[in-house]
């Protein structure tokens, strides 16, 4: 007796499915991506015209140089560490935070060390910074 066997089917994979859920991750990732647009901006800073406030008695004052050499409440720093300007500034004020903190810096300091400044003020609790601008020149 001669059986007549079975034909085997051809085993296929259809990547029809894989290929749409593919380009619809493409898409996905091309929507939500975001470009940047690497440009140098030209900006002009603002000048400020008010009236001068005096200094309270009971406030920190962090000067900065041109150099960037920090000034806290009129005593000169060793360098220009951020450690060495926490410290000075915790011998200043003790443990209150709520003193106006006051940054005064030269027009031609580092932006970098007007950041320090912030920074550290931050990192100890001061709140109330203010920065000092002076009136511009009259024409």
């Known amino acids: 007796m001669k059986f007549k066997r079975k034909q085997t089917e051809?085993?296929?994979?259809?990547?029809?499915?894989?290929?749409?859920?593919?380009?619809?991750?493409?898409?996905?990732?091309?929507?939500?991506?975001?470009?940047?647009?690497?440009?140098h901006l030209q900006i002009s800073l603002p000048e400020a015209d008010g009236e001068a406030v005096e200094a309270k008695a009971d406030t920190l004052e962090v000067l900065i140089g041109v150099d960037g050499?920090?000034?806290?409440?009129?005593?000169?720093?060793?360098?220009?560490?951020?450690?060495?300007?926490?410290?000075?500034?915790?011998?200043?004020?003790?443990?209150?935070?709520?003193?106006?903190?006051?940054?005064?810096?030269?027009?031609?300091?580092?932006?970098q060390s007007v950041v320090t400044v912030m920074d550290v003020a931050g990192k100890l609790g001061f709140a109330g910074l203010s920065i000092t601008t002076q009136k511009p020149a009259e024409p």
């Open 10 to 39: 051809d085993v296929s994979v259809n990547l029809t499915p894989l290929i749409d859920v593919v380009f619809l991750l493409l898409i996905f990732f091309m929507v939500s991506t975001t470009f940047t647009n690497e440009t």
């Open 69 to 111: 050499g920090y000034t806290v409440n009129g005593q000169s720093l060793l360098n220009n560490q951020p450690e060495t300007l926490r410290r000075a500034i915790i011998d200043q004020v003790g443990d209150d935070r709520k003193l106006p903190f006051i940054i005064s810096a030269d027009g031609n300091a580092a932006h």
